[in-house]
């Protein structure tokens, strides 16, 4: 949640994002309430559009959502309107010193600069609080998803190596003990709900609407091959990190 474009990209296709990204399974909050040994109340941090607000809300949290972008914002406010919620980011928090139980960062932990969100973390929470980031990603073991991925690498520029299960992990902040929990989940999806979701991606954002509706037609192709019926099973592993403060 950096003020970079990359960062900020995600408010210009604020109505997609809340249509076709992912939401999480129930297990998950049942891991962040186990390992954060404690109720799922308080702030959830770069809310987006509200999708894991929405859960923390229905099972009885008291949350306080805050989110960077304007029309991430007020997607957020039409799908949940009784839910509080403040502008601001993980760097400079809008939040009183000592005031909240559970920080959630639902995909959002790695937009901020971790040497202004921990300090801003720390003081916020009350003793005892738990910090809790947490990622949503496809199953690189699955043998589509993983040719999908590579096909992505190759498009981004990204280097061509084997998957790290544990890569989320490794770029949590020193100095907190964290405990760790991968929880696997899947969805069936129309094939257009899936492409539709691949172009809410921050790279595919800053890419541009022609390069993008080029890979996401070739892709189309591939993937009918895949599931000639036009429904993607897709599948999804939860990286979840909690630190009690």
Known sequence: MTTTSQALSFDGAASRYAAHRPSYPPALFDAVEELAGRPLRGADIGAGTGLATRHLHARGARVVAVEP?????????????????????????????????????AQSWHWTDRRASVPEARRVLRRGGALAPWWNDSDSTVGWTADQDARLRRLFGAEDEEPDPAARFRGLPPGLSF??????????VPLDSHLANLATYSDFLVLGE????????????????????????????????????
């Open 179 to 188: 405990a760790e929990r991968q929880i696997t989940w899947s969805r069936s």
């Open 210 to 245: 022609k390069a993008t509706r080029a890979f996401l037609a070739e892709e189309r192709d591939r993937l009918l091959e895949v599931f000639p019926h036009g429904t993607v099973e897709e599948r999804y592993v939860v990286s979840l990190a909690v630190a009690v403060h």
């Open 69 to 105: 972008g304007a029309a991430m914002a007020g997607q957020f406010l039409l799908g949940l309107p009784d839910v509080p919620l403040v502008r601001g980011d993980g760097n400079h928090l809008p939040l009183a010193s000592g005031s909240i139980d559970i920080l959630t960062y």
